[in-house]
C-alpha cells in the first residue's frame, strides 16, 4: 500500500485553475457533433426555457462580461504578468475553505492545540495517520429471468407453464424498436397466476397511448429524461415508478405525502419512512438515500411549463415525424419491423425499427447516416436500424434521412430524396391533431384526462414560470441561507468554477450510447477521474458507474461475491455488519444475496468490539465473505483498531468493503487501501463537491484493489448497475474539477479545517449539551452526536423538539435519531467559516438555555416555545383563539430569540407538521387543496 505522500503524488492533482480550466475546454472539445436518434428512453430535448430560468444553474451571467476582454492589449498584457507571477494553490482552497487562517489558529487555541498537526495528532490514531507499506454474470438474485416474445402466439400458453414459478410479468410499453401491444389479456392472465405484471414505458407516449394502469398493470416505470432534462451522456436523470395503492409500502425511495402542520395549514413530508433502511435494516422495502430529485423537479418544472395540451402536442409532432420516416422508408422498399395494433400497420410511437435481411445493408445505411450526420439507435440484432424521432426533429434532419434510405434502397431508386421527403412531409401534416389521436387504435388510445391540477394549467408564460420557481426557491433552507449540519451528509460549498462545464452543449447533448469515438473529451474526463479517486483512496482501479452511495454498494459487494464464486472452497456469503453501521449497509447486502451477521459495538466509546468480530469471524469462518465498516465509525470517531478489523477478516478468508459516507475525513490523511480495505464506495456528491440537489443527483463511485477489478460493473463481463456505461457522467467534471484545483495540498488542508471545525464545536457546546462518544482525548472525527436524551426526563424535550426550534434561528437540524435514537448528529465540514460555526453554536446554547427554563419551572412542559415551532409568520399573526396570544412567552421570543435574526431571517412555510395524520391519509399525487387543508 502507498505512503500517504505517494498517494499524493499519485494522484497527478493540478491545482492550477487556469490549467483546469483550459483542459475542460479541450475535453468538451473533443466530443462530437452528432444528432441522435438512438432513443433506448433517451431523447435529445430542448428545455425551452426552463433550464434558463435557473433551476440547474445560479450563475448563468458569471462568465459573459469577460468574454469581450481577450483581444484588449490590456487584458494580454495582465495575462502575461499573470503567467509570471503563477497562483499558489490556496488560492483557490482558500475560497473553498471557510476559516481564515487566523480564524483557524484562534479555534486551535480555543481546543488546546498548538498546532494542526499536533491537533491531527490527538483525533487520528498514529498508525491509521501514516500507514506502514503493504503491498495486495453475477447471481443477485436467486430467482431465474425467463425472455418471451410476448407478441408471439403461444406467449400465453408459455406463461401457463411456469405455474407456481412465475414471480412477475414485465412488459415494455412502448418496447425499444417502438412496437406498441395490446397487454390486456396478458395482465388477466397474470393476475389469474396470483402474481404482478409491471410495464417499462415512457412519459411522452402515454399523453396519447393508453396509461399502463387502466389496462391493468401494477407497476408502471421508466425514464423521465425526455421531460427536459439534457442527455448528458447517460445523466443524471430522474426514474419514475408508480404502483397501485396495494403496492405503495413497497415502493423503494422517498415518498413525499401531504400532511397538515398544527394549524390545520397544507404541508409536504416524507411519508412511509418505516420502508427504508434507516429503520427496516436488512428487512427494508427501500434502500435509496440519493434518488434523483433535482432532476425530479427540472422535469416537473418542464411539465408545468409545458401543460398537458402542450405536452400532447409535443407527442403528436414526434408521432407524425415518426411516420413519415415510416412512409420513406417503406416508399424505398425498405422492411418497417416495428410491432403495431394499427389496422394499416402504421407506427404508434416515435419510434421506427428497420429490418435487413443481409447484415451488409445493414451496416451499409448505418454508415451513410453517420455520414449525414445521424446516429442510430443501439440494437440487439446486425440485422436491424432503429431511429427514435427526438423533439428536436427538423425538416433538414429528415431530409437527410431520406437521401440515406435511397442509397439502400431495394425500389423506386430513382426517385429524388427531395421529391421524397416533401411528398411525405406533406402528407404527414394532412391530418389535424385531433384527427390523428382519433386515427389511433381504441385499444391503444388514451382518453382519459392527465395533469388536471391547476399547477400544471397556469405558468406557461416565461415570467409567470419564472415566478412560480422563485416562489418555490424561497421556501427552501439551503446553503445560500446558512450551514446545514446535517451528520454523514457533508453539505460542503458546491464551487461555481466547477459547475462550468455542466449544461454546455458539448457535454448536455451527447447519447450514453453513442460510439466512443464521439466521446473522447468525456472518455479523458472519466480516465483522469478515475486515476485520480483510485490514488486517493489507495486502491488500483475505479468504477463511475453507480448513481449513488447505495448503489456503490450493491456494485461492491457485488464484486465480492462474484470474487468468492471464482474461489474454490465453500460458498462465502456471510457479511458482518457493525450495529452502528448506516442502514443502507445491511439492506445491500441482503440486496446482494448475502446473510447478514451484527456485530457488536462497544457501548461507551462506540468501537468495534473486537472479540465479538473474532467470536464471529471463528463461527462463520467457511463462509464468511466479508465485513462492512465505516472509517470514521457512524458514531464520528476514527477507531484505533481499524488495521487489525482489517487483518482478522482477511485471516478467515473474507474481504472488507470499507463504506466511503465519512471520506470528508480522511482524503490526505490516509486511505481505505492503506488501512486495509479490499473495496470502497466514494459519495462524490459528499466528499467530491457535487450539488446534493435536494436529495440527487449523486455518484458513488466503486475503487477496488486489483483481485476485485475484474468485477467491477462496467466491464463486459459482467451486469451493469445502471443503464448507462458510465452512470451520471455529465456531473463527473464537478469531482474532476475540485480535485484539480484544491491539488493535494488543498484537499489535505480541506479534510483537517474539517476535523478542525467539528472539534471546534463540539468544544464549545460540551458544557451545555451530553456528547456521545469521543476518543481518549476528548475528540470527535468531522462529525459529532448529540444525547438529547436526558431533556425528555428533565423537561420532556426530544431531539425532534430541538430540530424544529432550529427552524426558527435558520437553521437545519442536524441528522436526528441516527446512528443513535433521540439524539443530533452535527458535521459542519471545511467550507464553514468560524463565524458561520459561532452563529449555530449560540443558537444552540440559547435553544438550551430555553430548555433550562423547562426544567426550572419558568416555561410549562407543554405548549412552550420549543413543543409550539417552528413558528411560521402565519402563525404569529393569527396566534391562537379570536387572534390573541395565549402563550407563555412572547411573540419576539419566538420569532427573534437571538438578534442577528432581526437583519438575517428565514421564514419555515409551515407549523409543526403531524406525521400521524400523513401516514394514515397519504397522498403522493397533486390532490386538490381543499382536500388537505384545514381538515379536522
Known amino acids: 500500500m502507498a505512503s500517504r505522500l505517494a498517494i499524493a503524488r499519485g494522484a497527478a492533482l493540478r491545482p492550477s485553475l487556469a490549467l483546469t480550466r483550459h483542459e475542460a475546454r479541450i475535453c468538451a472539445r473533443g466530443q462530437g457533433s452528432l444528432l441522435s436518434t438512438r432513443g433506448l428512453t433517451y431523447t435529445a430535448k430542448s428545455a425551452a426555457g426552463v433550464r434558463g430560468a435557473g433551476l440547474d444553474d445560479n450563475g448563468a451571467l458569471r462568465r459573459a462580461p469577460f468574454e469581450s476582454l481577450q483581444d484588449d492589449p490590456a487584458y494580454q498584457e495582465m495575462r502575461k504578468i499573470r503567467a509570471e507571477n503563477k497562483l499558489p494553490w490556496k488560492d483557490?482552497?482558500?475560497?473553498?475553505?471557510?476559516?481564515?487562517?487566523?480564524?483557524?489558529?484562534?479555534?486551535?487555541?480555543?481546543?488546546?492545540?498548538?498546532?494542526?498537526?499536533?491537533?491531527?495528532?490527538?483525533?487520528?490514531?498514529?498508525?491509521?495517520?501514516?500507514?506502514?507499506?503493504?503491498?495486495?454474470?453475477?447471481?443477485?438474485?436467486?430467482?431465474?429471468?425467463?425472455?418471451?416474445?410476448?407478441?408471439?402466439p403461444d406467449a400465453q400458453k408459455k406463461i401457463k407453464t411456469l405455474g407456481d414459478d412465475l414471480i412477475g410479468v414485465m412488459v415494455q410499453y412502448p418496447d425499444s424498436n417502438g412496437g406498441v401491444s395490446d397487454f390486456r389479456e396478458l395482465a388477466d392472465l397474470a393476475h389469474k397466476q396470483g402474481t404482478l405484471l409491471s410495464a417499462a414505458t415512457d412519459?411522452?407516449?402515454?399523453?396519447?397511448?393508453?396509461?399502463?394502469?387502466?389496462?391493468?398493470?401494477?407497476?408502471?416505470?421508466?425514464?423521465?429524461?425526455?421531460?427536459?432534462?439534457?442527455?448528458?451522456?447517460?445523466?443524471?436523470?430522474?426514474?419514475?415508478?408508480?404502483?397501485?395503492?396495494?403496492?405503495?409500502?413497497?415502493?423503494?425511495?422517498?415518498?413525499?405525502?401531504?400532511?397538515?402542520?398544527?394549524?390545520?395549514?397544507?404541508?409536504?413530508?416524507?411519508?412511509l419512512q418505516t420502508r427504508e433502511q434507516h429503520i427496516r435494516r436488512e428487512k427494508a422495502t427501500s434502500n435509496v438515500c440519493t434518488a434523483q430529485a433535482l432532476l425530479a423537479n427540472m422535469s416537473a418544472m418542464y411539465a408545468i411549463y409545458h401543460g398537458p395540451e402542450q405536452l400532447r402536442?409535443?407527442?403528436?409532432?414526434?408521432?407524425?415525424?415518426?411516420?413519415?420516416?415510416?412512409?420513406?422508408?417503406?416508399?424505398?422498399?425498405?422492411?418497417?419491423?416495428?410491432?403495431?395494433?394499427?389496422?394499416?400497420?402504421?407506427?404508434?410511437?416515435?419510434?421506427?425499427?428497420?429490418?435487413?435481411?443481409?447484415p451488409v445493408v445493414c451496416r451499409?445505411?448505418?454508415?451513410?447516416?453517420?455520414?449525414?450526420?445521424?446516429?442510430?439507435?443501439?440494437?440487439?440484432?446486425?440485422?436491424?436500424?432503429?431511429?427514435?424521432?427526438?423533439?428536436?426533429?427538423?425538416?433538414?434532419?429528415?431530409?437527410?434521412?431520406?437521401?440515406?434510405?435511397?442509397?439502400?434502397?431495394?425500389?423506386?431508386?430513382?426517385d429524388a430524396d427531395l421529391d421524397v421527403s416533401s411528398k411525405c412531409w406533406k402528407a404527414g401534416f394532412a391530418q389535424s391533431s385531433e384527427e390523428l389521436i382519433k386515427s389511433l387504435p381504441a385499444s391503444v388510445r388514451r382518453e382519459s384526462k392527465f395533469l388536471t391540477h391547476p399547477v400544471f394549467n397556469s405558468h406557461h408564460s416565461e415570467t409567470e414560470m419564472l415566478r412560480y420557481m422563485y416562489h418555490l426557491q424561497s421556501k427552501d433552507l439551503s446553503l445560500v441561507h446558512s450551514m446545514i449540519p446535517l451528520g454523514s451528509c457533508t453539505m460542503k460549498l458546491n464551487g461555481t468554477t466547477q459547475m462550468e462545464l455542466i449544461g454546455t452543449d458539448n457535454t448536455a447533448n451527447m447519447h450514453p450510447h453513442a460510439p466512443h469515438?464521439?466521446?473522447?473529451?468525456?472518455?479523458?474526463?472519466?480516465?483522469?477521474?478515475?486515476?485520480?479517486?483510485?490514488?486517493?483512496?489507495?486502491?488500483?482501479?475505479?468504477?463511475?458507474?453507480?448513481?449513488?452511495?447505495?448503489?456503490?454498494?450493491?456494485?461492491?459487494?457485488?464484486?465480492?461475491?462474484?470474487?468468492?464464486?471464482?474461489?474454490?472452497?465453500?460458498?462465502?456469503?456471510?457479511?458482518?455488519?457493525?450495529?452502528?453501521?448506516?442502514?443502507?449497509?445491511?439492506?445491500?447486502?441482503?440486496?446482494?444475496?448475502?446473510?447478514?451477521?451484527?456485530?457488536?459495538?462497544?457501548?461507551?466509546?462506540?468501537?468495534?468490539?473486537?472479540?465479538?468480530?473474532?467470536a464471529k469471524c471463528k463461527k462463520h469462518a467457511s463462509e464468511l465473505g466479508a465485513i462492512m465498516i465505516t472509517y470514521p465509525s457512524t458514531y464520528g470517531v476514527f477507531e484505533p483498531q481499524?488495521?487489525?478489523?482489517?487483518?482478522?477478516?482477511?485471516?478467515?478468508?473474507?474481504?472488507?468493503?470499507?463504506?466511503?459516507?465519512?471520506?470528508?475525513?480522511?482524503?490526505?490523511?490516509?486511505?481505505?487501501?492503506?488501512?486495509?480495505?479490499?473495496?470502497?464506495?466514494?459519495?462524490?456528491?459528499?466528499?467530491?463537491?457535487?450539488?446534493?440537489?435536494?436529495?440527487?443527483?449523486?455518484?458513488?463511485?466503486?475503487?477496488?484493489?486489483?483481485?476485485?477489478?475484474?468485477?467491477?460493473?462496467?466491464?463486459?463481463?459482467?451486469?451493469?448497475?445502471?443503464?448507462?456505461?458510465?452512470?451520471?457522467?455529465?456531473?463527473?467534471?464537478?469531482?474532476?474539477?475540485?480535485?484539480?484545483?484544491?491539488?493535494?495540498?488543498?484537499?489535505?488542508?480541506?479534510?483537517?479545517?474539517?476535523?478542525?471545525?467539528?472539534?471546534?464545536?463540539?468544544?464549545?457546546?460540551?458544557?451545555?449539551?451530553?456528547?456521545?462518544?469521543?476518543?481518549?482525548?476528548?475528540?470527535?472525527?468531522?462529525?459529532?452526536?448529540i444525547d438529547a436524551r436526558p431533556f425528555q426526563k428533565t423537561a420532556g424535550i426530544e431531539a425532534i423538539d430541538i430540530a424544529k426550534r432550529l427552524q426558527d434561528y435558520g437553521f437545519h437540524a442536524p441528522t436526528m435519531s441516527w446512528p443513535v435514537p433521540n439524539t443530533l448528529m452535527v458535521e459542519p465540514t471545511e467550507s464553514e467559516s468560524k463565524e458561520e460555526l459561532d452563529r449555530f453554536v449560540d443558537a444552540m446554547i440559547s435553544i438550551r438555555n430555553e430548555?433550562?427554563?423547562?426544567?426550572?419551572?419558568?416555561?410549562?412542559?407543554?405548549?412552550?416555545?420549543?413543543?409550539?415551532?417552528?413558528?411560521?409568520?402565519?402563525?404569529?399573526?393569527?396566534?391562537?383563539?379570536?387572534?390573541?396570544?395565549?402563550?407563555?412567552?412572547?411573540?419576539?421570543?419566538?420569532?427573534?430569540?437571538?438578534?442577528?435574526?432581526?437583519?438575517?431571517?428565514?421564514?419555515?412555510?409551515?407549523?409543526?407538521?403531524?406525521?400521524t395524520y400523513g401516514d394514515t391519509n397519504l397522498f403522493c399525487t397533486c390532490p386538490p387543496v381543499e382536500d388537505t387543508t384545514n381538515s379536522a
Open 92 to 152: 483557490f482552497s482558500a475560497r473553498h475553505i471557510g476559516p481564515r487562517d487566523e480564524e483557524i489558529q484562534e479555534m486551535l487555541n480555543a481546543l488546546g492545540a498548538e498546532n494542526m498537526d499536533g491537533f491531527i495528532s490527538q483525533v487520528i490514531p498514529a498508525d491509521v495517520l501514516d500507514p506502514p507499506q503493504k503491498t495486495i454474470q453475477p447471481r443477485v438474485f436467486s430467482e431465474s429471468g425467463v425472455v418471451l416474445d410476448l407478441s408471439a
Open 517 to 614: 469515438s464521439c466521446a473522447k473529451g468525456y472518455q479523458k474526463l472519466f480516465d483522469a477521474t478515475s486515476s485520480q479517486l483510485a490514488a486517493l483512496t489507495g486502491m488500483d482501479a475505479t468504477s463511475l458507474q453507480p448513481n449513488s452511495g447505495a448503489q456503490g454498494e450493491f456494485a461492491g459487494l457485488r464484486a465480492i461475491r462474484k470474487y468468492h464464486e471464482q474461489q474454490p472452497g465453500n460458498k462465502r456469503d456471510i457479511c458482518l455488519i457493525p450495529v452502528s453501521a448506516h442502514g443502507t449497509n445491511p439492506a445491500s447486502a441482503a440486496m446482494v444475496g448475502m446473510r447478514v451477521v451484527p456485530v457488536k459495538c462497544d457501548t461507551k466509546t462506540g468501537n468495534l468490539d473486537l472479540e465479538d468480530l473474532e
Open 642 to 785: 481499524v488495521r487489525k478489523v482489517c487483518d482478522l477478516v482477511h485471516q478467515y478468508g473474507g474481504l472488507v468493503y470499507m463504506d466511503g459516507a465519512n471520506m470528508n475525513a480522511q482524503i490526505g490523511l490516509t486511505s481505505p487501501g492503506a488501512l486495509g480495505a479490499d473495496v470502497c464506495h466514494l459519495n462524490l456528491h459528499k466528499t467530491f463537491c457535487i450539488p446534493h440537489g435536494g436529495g440527487g443527483p449523486g455518484i458513488g463511485p466503486i475503487c477496488v484493489k486489483k483481485h476485485l477489478i475484474p468485477y467491477l460493473p462496467h466491464k463486459s463481463t459482467q451486469t451493469p448497475v445502471s443503464s448507462a456505461a458510465f452512470g451520471s457522467a455529465s456531473i463527473v467534471p464537478i469531482s474532476w474539477a475540485y480535485i484539480s484545483t484544491m491539488g493535494d495540498e488543498g484537499l489535505r488542508k480541506a479534510t483537517t479545517v474539517a476535523l478542525l471545525n467539528a472539534n471546534y464545536m463540539l468544544t464549545r457546546l460540551k458544557d451545555h449539551y451530553p456528547i456521545l462518544y469521543t476518543n481518549e482525548q476528548g475528540r470527535c472525527a468531522h462529525e459529532f452526536i
Open 364 to 414: 451499409s445505411l448505418r454508415r451513410e447516416l453517420m455520414d449525414q450526420g445521424i446516429s442510430t439507435g443501439k440494437s440487439w440484432s446486425p440485422n436491424e436500424i432503429v431511429l427514435a424521432v427526438p423533439t428536436t426533429f427538423t425538416l433538414k434532419l429528415f431530409v437527410r434521412i431520406v437521401k440515406a434510405f435511397q442509397t439502400v434502397a431495394y425500389k423506386n431508386h430513382a
Open 313 to 358: 402536442e409535443m407527442a403528436i409532432n414526434n408521432l407524425r415525424h415518426a411516420r413519415m420516416i415510416q412512409a420513406a422508408a417503406q416508399h424505398y422498399g425498405l422492411n418497417v419491423a416495428t410491432a403495431s395494433v394499427d389496422a394499416e400497420g402504421k407506427v404508434l410511437s416515435d419510434t421506427v425499427s428497420l429490418y435487413f435481411d443481409e
Open 203 to 271: 412519459l411522452s407516449n402515454l399523453t396519447l397511448l393508453t396509461p399502463p394502469g387502466e389496462w391493468g398493470a401494477d407497476i408502471a416505470f421508466g425514464n423521465a429524461q425526455r421531460f427536459g432534462v439534457p442527455l448528458g451522456y447517460g445523466g443524471p436523470h430522474a426514474a419514475f415508478m408508480a404502483v397501485q395503492d396495494g403496492s405503495k409500502r413497497r415502493l423503494p425511495g422517498r415518498l413525499i405525502g401531504v400532511s397538515k402542520d398544527r394549524r390545520g395549514d397544507r404541508a409536504l413530508r416524507l411519508a
Open 851 to 915: 430548555i433550562r427554563e423547562i426544567e426550572e419551572g419558568k416555561q410549562p412542559k407543554e405548549g412552550n416555545v420549543l413543543k409550539n415551532s417552528p413558528h411560521p409568520q402565519r402563525d404569529l399573526i393569527l396566534g391562537d383563539a379570536e387572534g390573541k396570544w395565549d402563550r407563555p412567552y412572547s411573540r419576539e421570543k419566538a420569532a427573534y430569540p437571538l438578534p442577528y435574526l432581526l437583519e438575517k431571517k428565514f421564514w419555515p412555510s409551515v407549523g409543526r407538521v403531524d406525521d
